[in-house]
């Protein structure tokens, strides 16, 4: 159990790695960032759906990279880097940075009282996914371009 928690912390932790080479490019630094919330918000459905047995400290990893990931990702957003490099960014992000920046600090206070309260289990990891998803779908709703 050790080691794949291991193991997702030092793929989490290399996704990071990618962020900071790339951190001329803003547009990248986004994508790159997500991906580490993306890995972790995947990570915890599989427990939460069963899929994957429940094990403290992936959740623990998985909800301290969300935390970690949030409270800097709305730095990367710097006035001249809403297109490019194929960009799910909507432009009222730049339109409406206040609320943006507010979405990202909910996710980062939601999911510290989350840690705070580790999930014991199955069951207490759905719970704070849905939580954390309303988060998430909340900012992505307004704040995200699907590309087609």
């Known amino acids: 159990m ?14 990071g790695v990618t962020a900071v080479t790339a951190a001329d ?7 790159q960032l997500m991906k580490k919330v993306g890995a972790a918000t995947g990570a915890l459905a599989g427990i939460a759906k069963g899929e994957k047995p429940y094990d403290a400290e992936i959740v623990k990893a998985s909800l301290t990279t969300i935390s970690e990931t949030v409270k800097v990702f709305p730095d990367h957003f710097p006035a001249g880097s809403e297109t490019g490099m ?8 730049w339109e409406n940075m206040d609320d943006f920046k507010a979405k990202a600090a909910k996710l980062g ?3 510290d009282a989350v840690l705070a309260q580790l999930p014991a289990d199955q069951a207490g990891v759905g719970a704070a996914m849905g939580i954390l998803g309303k988060d998430c779908g909340s900012c992505h709703e307004i704040y995200r371009v699907k590309k087609n």
Not at 2 to 15: N, T
Not at 25 to 31: G, I, L, N
Not at 88 to 93: F, M, W
């Open 25 to 31: 490019e803003p547009q990248e630094v986004r994508q």
């Open 86 to 93: 194929e960009t799910e960014a909507s432009p009222k992000i």
């Open 2 to 15: 050790k080691i794949r928690a291991l193991m997702l912390a030092a793929a989490l932790a290399g996704l």
């Open 109 to 111: 206070s939601d999911t």
